[in-house]
């Protein structure tokens, strides 16, 4: 959903309608730029900081180490762990 958000863009009056339009000046700037989506299995260190960030208000903000809970995560990654998305056919 939010590939296409950025792809097609929004209309103004549309909730996510800054942000989108931020996301596509930036991908119209002189460099090569290829949005695709990840289901978040295939990136839990992203997921979970998406979640993490829920705790802090809006704004920038720096992290000087990696928060207790994404350490396992991380690990995981380095080692090759892989979690596979769960469907139907």
């Keep these: ?4 958000l950025i792809a097609k863009g929004v209309p103004s009056s549309h909730p996510c309608f800054s942000i ?3 996301i596509r000046q930036m991908i119209n ?5 290829h949005v ?4 978040r299995e295939a990136n839990r ?4 900081l998406a979640s993490y960030a829920f705790n802090f208000p809006l704004g920038v903000h720096q992290l000087h180490s990696p928060p207790r809970g994404i350490v396992s995560i991380l690990r ?3 080692v090759g762990v892989a979690f ?3 469907s139907s056919l």
Excluded: L
């Excluded at 959903?1 to 296409?4: D, L, Q, T």
């Excluded at 695709?36 to 289901?39: I, N, P, Q, V």
């Design 1 to 4: 959903m939010a590939v296409e």
């Design 45 to 48: 260190a992203a997921d979970w």
């Design 84 to 86: 596979y998305r769960n």
């Design 36 to 39: 695709t989506h990840s289901f």
């Design 20 to 22: 989108v339009k931020a």
């Design 76 to 78: 995981d990654d380095v």
């Design 29 to 33: 700037q002189p460099w090569n730029v």
